[in-house]
């Protein structure tokens, strides 16, 4: 029952986060790039539930957002299953208790996400390929993404460990010994 809760608690943050990349951040653009929080929301998944939810909710936060904005279905949902799964996959490696370690996770997967993105796309509309445009891009959201992440560090960190322990329990402390 927990479990469903907070699969609910977390389709509500996605609606929530979806509001806010539509309305809030549109004011707030540097240099007319937005922050990604759905990477930053898949990452959290992956991390601190495991890396079956993180795809679970990666794929399907891909769809709802391919189905609402984009052109294509399913690019979306690709590449946030590919950070959930990257996500779990960190968990077992890192600690999730550094500041440094989600600034660095954060920077790989914006990275990711928005190069897996760009190059599938240009597959598919078969367009020039830009790179010194990209590549500001890039370097603008990431920096954009982590400031976020520093911001809501605190926040992060609770609800992390709330969600780890209703999905992962006491065997957390299992795969140190």
Do not use: D, P, Q, W
């Given at each position: 029952?927990?479990?469903?809760?907070?699969?609910?608690?977390?389709?509500?943050?996605?609606?929530?986060?979806y509001l806010l990349q539509a309305n809030f951040f549109n004011w707030f653009t540097i240099a007319g790039v937005k922050p990604n929080l759905f990477v930053i929301l898949i990452v959290f998944v992956g991390l601190f539930a495991g890396k079956y939810m993180g795809v679970s909710i990666g794929v399907v936060a891909g769809l709802l957002l391919d189905f609402f904005i984009s052109k294509k279905i399913g690019i979306s949902a690709i590449m946030f299953g590919i950070i959930g799964l990257l996500g779990g996959i960190l968990d077992n490696n890192f600690s999730k208790d550094s500041k440094l370690t989600i600034i660095i996770i954060?920077?790989?997967?914006?990275?990711?996400?928005?190069?897996?993105?760009?190059v599938i796309n240009a597959f598919i509309y078969n367009y020039e390929v830009e790179i010194v445009n990209f590549a500001i891009q890039l370097g603008i959201e990431i920096i954009y993404n982590i400031i976020l992440t520093i911001i809501l560090y605190p926040l992060i960190q609770?609800?992390?460990?709330?969600?780890?322990?209703i999905f992962k329990g006491n065997r957390i402390l299992t795969r140190y010994f």
């Open positions: 029952m927990r479990k469903i809760a907070s699969v609910v608690i977390i389709f509500f943050a996605f609606i929530l986060i954060i920077f790989g997967t914006t990275a990711l996400y928005e190069i897996g993105n760009y609770r609800a992390g460990n709330l969600l780890e322990n």
